[in-house]
Nanobody, 116 residues
Framework: QVQLVESGGGLVQPGRSLRLSCAASGFTFSSYAMSWYRQAAGKERELVAAIGNMGGIRNYADSVKGRFTISRDNAKNTVYLQMNSLKPEDTAVYYC?????????WGQGTQVTVSS
């Protein structure tokens, strides 16, 4: 059974940091590209960051470049999103996504709220 379980969300003040984790199981993690998406209330889901299956290729949305870092540990079947200098506009539900071998999987999401 495929599972993507996000964790690490919460309420944080502007300017602070959070690290999201996504633990994967049920598929060959190292064969899949991984991404983080987010969806704010009333808005469409958008790509935040993506990383290739071996970690050599990384892409970021312009809105998070220089503040967010995506990484992965294939030995732990986990992908991370380090979020620094958070802004109120980063408030959203963050979703983990896996793509590869003709399949696509989503996690259930974790809420990130940036507010003073």
């Amino acid at each position: 059974q495929v599972q993507l379980v996000e964790s690490g969300g919460g309420l944080v003040q502007p300017g602070r940091s959070l690290r999201l984790s996504c633990a994967a199981s049920g598929f060959t993690f190292s064969s899949y590209a991984m991404s983080w998406y987010r969806q704010a209330a009333g808005k469409e889901r958008e790509l935040v960051a993506a990383i290739g299956n071996m970690g050599g290729i990384r892409n970021y949305a312009d809105s998070v470049k220089g503040r967010f870092t995506i990484s992965r540990d294939n030995a732990k079947n986990t992908v991370y999103l380090q979020m620094n200098s958070l802004k109120p506009e980063d408030t959203a539900v963050y979703y983990c996504n896996a793509v590869g071998q003709g399949a696509k999987y989503w996690g259930q999401g974790t809420q990130v709220t940036v507010s003073s």
